[in-house]
């Protein structure tokens, strides 16, 4: 085995130097942008839906809405990792090259123009719209969110969505 000298044009370093250098690397990554920046640069301007998507009959745009607001929502009651963490998670993907470091604000970012995209269509097709700000502010534990806005464009009542039965078939 041959050994590497100074001479030799290695650079040589002190066993205890290699902990804090690969300390170092891992931190830099985290100092490159913050939460805002990427958040703002992943922003779409508006959404255009797909035809596959304008296809979509009310139930099924309600569905994914629904899916949507669950996985966003309740942000701040959220708990947050420590900026340390977050720097060696993004050392981490970068190194493996993932991209796990995705943080919310850039998830609910990308995500919230395809919300009002689908809410949009909803009230194209007549069909009762969510009150998309309300249900975002949200607690994570809240019960599952449901159009609340009426076609029409008025709040609905607390009772709509229970089944409506024709006095003809009670006196039946």
Known sequence: MIKLTPAMGAQVFDRAR?????????M??????S????ATLLAPANYTLTTEEKALDCRRLTGRIQVRLLA????????????AAQSMRSATSAALGSDSDKNAAARAA???PILDAYNNRLVELGCPSFDIA????????AP???PA???SGKRASPRQGHLVVPRKLLSA
């Not at 290699?18 to 891992?26: D, G, Q, R, V």
């Open 35 to 38: 939460a805002g920046d990427s």
């Open 149 to 151: 806005i009426p076609a």
């Open 134 to 141: 309300k249900e975002l502010q949200a607690r994570p534990s």
């Open 144 to 146: 599952t969110p449901y």
């Open 18 to 26: 290699i902990p804090l250098i690969i300390f170092a690397a891992a």
């Open 72 to 83: 966003l929502r309740g942000e701040e009651y959220k708990v947050h990792p420590s900026s």
């Open 110 to 112: 990308t995500n919230r």
């Open 28 to 33: 830099l990554p985290g100092c490159a942008g």
